[in-house]
């Protein structure tokens, strides 16, 4: 971040990195690093001058530290772009965190803090309410989407979900993907000729499934034409 110094204190599944690292203003700030492009992003703060991120879990939420702009500690969650202090996520007046140690795929979260009614540092396990909402299909592409028996066709599947998508499968083979919103793969073609779909099924971590049948490719003959001199 145009410092002398970084520090990586948690991975996922995807390789993606996070930690503090100093920037060019000479203060600590929470970075991510992404292995598919090899650059570092700045996370930013609360308002205040200084941060740090401690966990991230395979649906790429963060938790760490940050200062706000009176200088106080919070700890604090980002998913997608949206960076919160966890104090406002609890019961206020109960207790004070300071900051957010780990998550996992639940997204269940670590943090410590001040206790309101008795001025003592504990720590907490944050545990979000039970996740009903199904994962969002937002759109499935073929390329091409006129095959021959054999053919391997790239599949490509974008998908949401309110606390990160687990896995797509397509026919029942999972795609990858190296931000869990874009997932591609490929489908080896086995059908007898004609019209068929493609089952495409979405699920999260809580179990939740989207299936999605509306993706339809031809399964042609392939002739071959010799031509004469």
């Given amino acids: 971040l145009g410092g002398n110094m970084s520090k990586g204190y948690a991975i996922n599944d995807s390789g993606m990195v996070v930690g503090e690292s100093i920037n060019i203003y000479g203060n600590t700030s929470g970075f991510t690093y992404d292995p598919a492009s090899g650059a570092m992003y700045e996370l930013g703060t609360l308002g205040g001058t200084t941060s740090r991120a401690n966990g991230i879990n395979d649906d790429f939420v963060m938790v760490g530290q940050a200062t706000t702009a009176a200088m106080e500690q919070r700890a604090f969650v980002i998913r997608g772009s949206g960076k919160e202090d966890l104090n406002n996520l609890i019961p206020a007046g109960t207790i004070t965190l300071s900051t957010a140690h780990a998550i996992n795929n ?123 001199n």
């Fill in 106 to 228: 639940l997204g269940q979260i670590v943090a410590s803090g001040v206790d309101s009614s008795t001025g003592k540092t504990r720590v907490y396990l944050l545990t979000p309410p039970p996740d009903t909402s199904a994962p969002v299909i937002d759109g499935v592409y073929a390329s091409p989407n006129l095959f021959a028996i054999g053919d391997t066709p790239e599949i490509l599947v974008m998908a949401s979900d309110n606390r990160g998508v687990a896995q797509v499968l397509v026919d029942g083979v999972p795609l990858s993907s190296y931000d869990h919103r874009y997932w591609t793969g490929r489908l080896t073609v086995t059908q007898p000729l004609g019209i068929k779909n493609i089952t495409i099924s979405v699920s999260d971590h809580a179990g939740n499934v989207t299936t999605d049948t509306s993706l339809v490719y031809e399964v042609a003959r392939v002739v071959f034409i010799v031509a004469k």
